[in-house]
Nanobody, 126 residues
Framework: QVQLVESGGGLVQAGGSLRLSCVTSGGTFGTYVMAWFRQAPGTEREFVAAVSRRARAYYQDSVKGRFTISRDNTKNTVYLQMGSLKPEDTATYYC????????????????????WGQGTQVTVSA
């Protein structure tokens, strides 16, 4: 059974930074495309960033230059370093794994992902 566990969320002031982590167990981490999604109350879950099997990174336009996604296959962990945070970044952040992803590509649709974590809350105050 594949499990994803996120951590690192919290309350931060606008302009601050947070680092989210997602540890995966029970699967073959190195074969997954990993991604972060977020969901604010009353909105649909949206793509934030993804990292392909060969560590190519992709971002939603609104977070480019502020967020960095990375993966450590030796630790079965994917990270999301978030900087210059804005109140509109407030959401629950979810880690997800896609078993069918390629070496260099990714998918930004939630339905493409097979496994999900429970989410971690990020709140950015003005």
């Amino acid at each position: 059974q594949v499990q994803l566990v996120e951590s690192g969320g919290g309350l931060v002031q606008a302009g601050g930074s947070l680092r989210l982590s997602c540890v995966t167990s029970g699967g073959t981490f190195g074969t997954y495309v990993m991604a972060w999604f977020r969901q604010a109350p009353g909105t649909e879950r949206e793509f934030v960033a993804a990292v392909s099997r060969r560590a190519r990174a992709y971002y939603q336009d609104s977070v480019k230059g502020r967020f960095t996604i990375s993966r450590d296959n030796t630790k079965n962990t994917v990270y999301l370093q978030m900087g210059s945070l804005k109140p509109e970044d407030t959401a629950t952040y979810y880690c997800a794994a896609d078993r069918a992803g390629g070496l260099y590509n990714y998918n930004n649709e939630p339905r493409a992902y097979d496994y999900w974590g429970q989410g971690t809350q990020v709140t950015v105050s003005a």
